[in-house]
């Protein structure tokens, strides 16, 4: 028997302009196909654009802070945005899930994307790092791998560190392609590679990035 059909729920691996374009469509979708899903948990009639804590409010805040001219702190400003928005979809896509029973044609009606199975992917292609330093710790951006149901994450150590192999490095778990390690020594230089994790266990690291903190 082969596996229930199921939706995507989480877009982490997306880069942030497709992955607002997939959110307006789930957000439109739902409201043209309301009378189809009652009961959802994030509540999408029709909502103050304004106002943070609604659906609405939060992708429109997530919007206009993505495109706002660069500025110190926007990338965390950015990610948090973006993980409000993808909790919301994430509540809403489990409950569908459940609700839609596997039911193909009805699941197609909520803008979400069918979730496909999972395939051996072999080694993955070289992501890059770009690091913007904060107190006592390091922004990230990693760049985006082709891939599906990727994860990335960030290897470290002082610049110090003779060890060469990044894979005895400090490890840092990234939840989403951008964000910031924090609890590192101030003004001290860190060296940092990034990378992604498919179905292989042979990672492929980025090159060597070197940046100090504040």
Not at 5 to 16: G, L, V, Y
Not at 76 to 87: F, G, M, S
Not at 104 to 129: F, V
């Amino acid at each position: 028997m082969g596996k229930e059909a199921k939706i995507n729920t989480s877009f982490a691996n997306e880069p942030d302009d497709v992955f607002y374009t997939m959110v307006m469509l789930i957000y439109n979708s739902l409201k043209a196909n309301a009378a189809l899903f009652p009961g959802l948990l994030v509540e999408m009639g029709d909502l103050d654009p304004l106002e943070n804590l609604k659906f609405g409010g939060a992708i429109t805040i997530y919007n206009n802070t993505r495109l706002m001219p660069i500025y110190v702190g926007k990338t965390a400003d950015v990610a948090k945005a973006r993980e409000d928005v993808q909790k919301m979809v994430t509540k809403n896509g489990n409950w569908l899930n459940t609700f839609c029973q596997g039911d193909t044609a009805l699941l197609k009606k909520t803008g979400y994307p069918l979730a496909k199975a999972d395939e051996a992917q072999g080694k993955l292609e070289e992501s890059a790092i770009s690091l913007v330093p904060v107190k006592e710790g390091m922004s990230f951006t990693i760049s985006h791998v082709q891939g599906s149901h990727l994860r990335y994450g960030v290897m470290y150590t002082l610049a110090s560190n003779p060890e060469t192999n990044p894979a005895k490095w400090n490890y840092h778990y990234a939840a989403h392609r951008q964000g910031t390690i924090r609890g590192l020594e101030s003004e001290a230089e860190y060296k940092f590679v990034s990378f992604a994790m498919g179905t292989s266990i042979d990672l492929t690291y980025s090159r060597v990035l070197r940046a100090k903190t504040l």
